[in-house]
T-cell receptor
Framework: DVKVTQSSRYLVKRTGEKVFLECVQD?????MFWYRQDPGLGLRLIYF???????EKGDIPEGYSVSREKKERFSLILESASTNQTSMYLC?????????????FGPGTRLTVL | AQSVSQHNHHVILSEAASLELGCNYS??????LFWYVQYPGQHLQLLLK????DPLVKGIKGFEAEFIKSKFSFNLRKPSVQWSDTAEYFC???????????WGLGTSLAVNP
């Protein structure tokens, strides 16, 4: 079974703090993704990576950065946390083949910024 | 640009009722189509997918979906829902060489016992 793990299930931070969210997958997937999930807004892509050290902006990259130094690990960084970044953050990973593009998700990190 | 529209935001059903959740997408080329489900307190998981072949695909827990290319639709169905089907359901599309999935906003389903 594919396993995607995220470093924390719940996190509480203060405005202005630098926040690191970690994601690890064990299936040698090329692609990794960071989303945020908010009620009524569905899943919005923040950043994704298709290879080590490679990244592309998603739909809402402002205020975030990412790092992928190893294939299995993809980190999301909130440079200076703000209250409007309070959300559920989901990490996902996938292969990149014509018939297999299923994304597998981690359990999510619920971040509260005070 | 690719987009996905889910017609119903909130659906309330009684147990044993039939379910159909609408999903339409906009993309002119070859598509991969997905339905994901998120049960309360659990992570998103794949319900079913379509890549090619038989347009009627079957997934877990008795769900099925039909790809109708002419209507750009991929509706999810279940003939008889159970209380345990209470969850949020997301439709997603991937087209061409795009590595991203394009997501619908989700449909919240509540099944009353």
């Amino acid at each position: 079974d594919v396993k995607v793990t995220q470093s924390s299930r719940y996190l509480v931070k203060r405005t202005g703090e630098k926040v690191f969210l970690e994601c690890v997958q064990d299936m040698d997937h090329e692609n990794m993704f960071w989303y945020r999930q908010d009620p009524g807004l569905g899943l919005r892509l923040i950043y994704f990576s298709y290879d080590v050290k490679m990244k592309e902006k998603g739909d809402i990259p402002e205020g975030y950065s990412v790092s992928r130094e190893k294939k299995e690990r993809f980190s999301l960084i909130l440079e200076s946390a703000s209250t409007n970044q309070t959300s559920m953050y989901l990490c996902a990973s996938s292969f990149w083949t014509r018939t297999n593009r299923v994304q597998f998700f981690g359990p999510g990190t619920r971040l509260t910024v005070l | 640009a690719q987009s996905v529209s889910q017609h119903n935001h909130h659906v309330i059903l009684s147990e044993a009722a039939s379910l159909e959740l609408g999903c339409n997408y906009s993309y002119g080329g070859t598509v991969n189509l997905f339905w994901y489900v998120q049960y309360p307190g659990q992570h998103l998981q794949l319900l079913l997918k379509y890549f090619s072949g038989d347009p009627l695909v079957k997934g877990i827990k008795g769900f099925e979906a039909e790809f109708i290319k002419s209507k750009f639709s991929f509706n999810l169905r279940k003939p008889s829902v159970q209380w345990s089907d209470t969850a949020e359901y997301f439709c997603a599309v991937n087209g061409g060489n795009n590595r991203k999935l394009i997501w619908g906003l989700g449909t919240s389903l509540a099944v009353n016992p």
